[in-house]
Each structure stands twice: as structure tokens, then as C-alpha cells.
């Protein structure tokens, strides 16, 4: 049950001054070939600082495998930046806003792709494919402040030199193309424009988010180690109905020692010395699990776990694991790595009326809503 007073404080600090800022997102790594098409494409050649302007609709092919093209430095450099004045263009069957930028792909002879967009379009195409173009404009809104957020503390994280901002990909989060901007993301966008989330001290955290939590949220802390400032375990029952059922498996003693291993080679500089495993009671909420090889307890983060052995096996770090015999048994709820805002809750309390702030209030109860910008 929500209270109506956890909401009260969740007011917005204006402090909008900048005008709106451009993001850098990597929209594709290692290509072979890039062609792009667009109307009297502006073609500017970082390197030899020429532009050059074409008249009509063009497109403009650039063979990735060629050291011509893409010169003799071994560092990942800035090729190409192309764009046209209808402001749209094209990669393949994609349709971008803003600025498409080859880069070189390190010591590869190869390409990645980066679209410099203004943040506010980023966000208009991104609610789509991080929620739904269709879902509620209240529940969009509350993922247009966490997503802007996330890229904005990116943005200003970024330094100088640094060729792209973040990822269009679930290490980042994941954005779409102009087409996939719907009427309800436009507004959700638009309502929320330069609103960002800022932690008890006022300094911008990154808003984290995920699929669904299947009954309770994790800090920060409980999956990846690092602290940030604000966060809190929520209980959320919201998402109970919908979204990916509780889901469990099981795994055998052989293939837990050899995940085991992985995962204290990978995080904690050490390694299975005994092949006879032996599982401390664990609970649902517990973000690590301790198990015995042989005589020596290793505690293991069950989100370490989760990103050595993959989504398939373990779908969130809302699991239990239990022994029998010679056999784990993983009985799990929810999907995604359960920190911050749950999509599928943020969605049952717009359908139930709650605004946009309600909702960030309950999933960042110790946050404040700070507008960054405005036009
Ligand atoms: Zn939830």
C-alpha cells in the first residue's frame, strides 16, 4: 500500500539555466561496411578538417576493411561526422536525428557508429524500447527522469577526448530511432524536459532501472559493490502479476563448482581448491550466498554469479538457492538486476493513477527531481 505522505517532499527544484545538451550513444561496433543516405548530406573529414556538402538526396559508402579509409592510427579515432539539414538521416533501414560519427574500432580494421543526438530526442526514442510506446504517459514520464538521469551523469562523467557517452545496449540502456518515438513518448519527454534525479546530498546518482523486481528492489551496493548516495530496498508488489513468472531451475554439482570457480577467478582473486561443495541456508532477500569447498567459506555475490553464468540460468538476483543431494535447486522472482525502478511496478501504479512523482518517490524514496535545462 502506497502513503499518500512519503510523496509530500517530492518537489522540483528548478535551477534550469543550460541550454539542451547533445548525447554521444553508440548505436553499432565493429562494421565492415557503413553507408548512409540522407538529403544534401554535410560530409566533414575530422582528420584534414575538410567539409564537404553534397546537393540532393546522396548516399555515401565507406569501406571499413581499408586502411585508406581509416588511416594509420591505432587508437580509436573520430573518421567522419555526416549530417543533413532536414536534420534526419539514414543507416540502412534506420532513420537517426542529430549526427551520425564513424569511428575507427581500436586496432580493428573495422567501424563503430556513433549518433550524436540532442538528449530530449534521445529520451522520445528510448521510452519505447525501454518500455512501450503504448504504456501509460505517467509511467513513460517516470522512465523519461530515470533514463535522462542515467545519460546525463554520464554526460557529464564523460572526458574530454572520450568519443561516445554510453552504449545503446542493456550495459547502457537501450535507445531507438526516430521512428519509434510515439505520441505518448513525446509527451512523457516534452512534460519531463531537463528534469533529472538527485540524491540527499544534491548531487547527480545515476538512476538505475529494471524490467521487474519480483517483489522487492536492491541497492546498488547489493549487485555491483559500489555505493551510491540515496538508494533504498523497496518492497514492491505491483509487478507481481505481470512480466516474467517466478522461474526456477537446477543446477548440478559438477557445473556449480565450475560457475563457482568463474566467479572468484573473475571478482575475488581466488579459486575452487575442493570439489566437495557444501550450501549455507540461504533466503530469497539475501544478496550472497555461502558455500563451503570442503573446509574453506567463500561468500559470492549472487549478482556476480548471475553475470558469469548469464540471464538464461538466472534471470535477476531475486533467487534462492537450496541443496539436494547432489543437485542446487534455484527458485528465483523477477527479471532485470532489480536496482532502482521496476518497469512492470512503475507501469501497475500509472494504470492505478499515480503520477509520474509518486512513482519516482516510491522507487527513489531519499531522491529529489532537479531541472537540469530547459529550452
Ligand atoms: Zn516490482
Known sequence: MLRTGLFLFFSIICT??????????????????????????????????????????????????????????????????????????????????????????????RCDLVNSIPLEAYITTLLAKEMHGSWPVEALKAQAVAARTYAYERLKKSHTGKLYDLESSEKDQVSGTFFDATENTLKASKDTEGEILIGPSGKISPAFFHSKCGGKTLRPDQVWGGVEEGYRSVNCTFCKKTGLKDWNGKIQNKKLVNMVDQVLKKYYSDTVTDHNLKLMPDSLHNSEIRLYAGDRLHIIKKSYLRNTVGRDVLPSNNFIMTAKNNEFKVEGQGYGHGVGMCQLGALELAKRGYDYKQILSFYFPRHRIMTAYRQ
Request: net charge positive; with cysteine.
Open 16 to 109: 534550469a539555466d543550460a541550454a539542451v545538451p547533445s548525447v554521444k550513444v553508440l548505436i553499432a561496433k565493429s562494421l565492415n561496411n557503413v553507408v548512409v543516405e540522407g538529403m544534401d548530406l554535410q560530409k566533414t573529414v575530422k582528420d584534414s578538417r575538410r567539409s564537404k556538402q553534397y546537393s540532393g538526396r546522396k548516399s555515401l559508402a565507406f569501406n571499413c576493411g581499408s586502411r585508406k579509409t581509416l588511416g594509420s592510427n591505432k587508437n580509436s579515432i573520430l573518421v567522419a561526422s555526416l549530417s543533413s539539414p532536414t536534420g534526419l538521416i539514414s543507416w540502412g533501414r534506420h532513420k537517426y536525428q542529430g549526427e551520425l560519427q564513424l569511428l575507427t574500432a581500436g586496432t580493428n580494421e
